[in-house]
């Protein structure tokens, strides 16, 4: 029953950068678990775009975001952040984070994920 706010959206020119948190409810860690980032543009499907296995670190991305995205996380604040740069059009959409459900490393299917966040909003233009 862990819930998950996202924040740090907003609306930059191309090149820009945002830096995205999702951060846990009071009480639940994320040491254990496996965070993804996923986006949905209207009329699109929500997609993947990154992962990260917090026990150990390992991450996955999707090739569109690969030398442009970050995912990190800070075991103090009990957050995931996704460092976005060099945004461009294409990236505009609603940006969600969920907890993976099966405990494997699987970063794709948006059924394998739960507890999704509210989502925030990015906007690339100029």
């Known amino acids: 029953q862990v819930q998950l706010v996202e924040s740090g959206g907003g609306r930059v020119q191309p090149g820009g950068s945002l830096t995205l948190s999702c951060a846990a409810s009071?009480?639940?860690?994320?040491?254990?678990?496996?965070i993804g980032w996923f986006r949905q543009a209207p009329g699109k499907e929500r997609e993947a775009v990154s992962c990260i296995r917090v026990s150990d670190g390992r991450t996955y991305y999707r090739q569109f975001a690969k030398d442009r995205f970050t995912i990190s996380n800070n075991d103090a604040k009990n957050t995931v952040y996704l460092q976005m740069d060099n945004l461009q059009p294409a990236d505009t959409a609603t940006y969600f984070c969920?907890?993976?459900?099966?405990?494997?490393?699987?970063?794709?299917?948006?059924?394998?994920?739960?507890?999704w966040g509210q989502g925030t909003q990015v906007t690339v233009s100029s």
């Open positions: 969920a907890t993976e459900n099966f405990g494997y490393f699987y970063c794709q299917d948006v059924n394998d994920f739960g507890s």
């Open positions: 009071e009480g639940f860690n994320l040491k254990w678990l496996i």
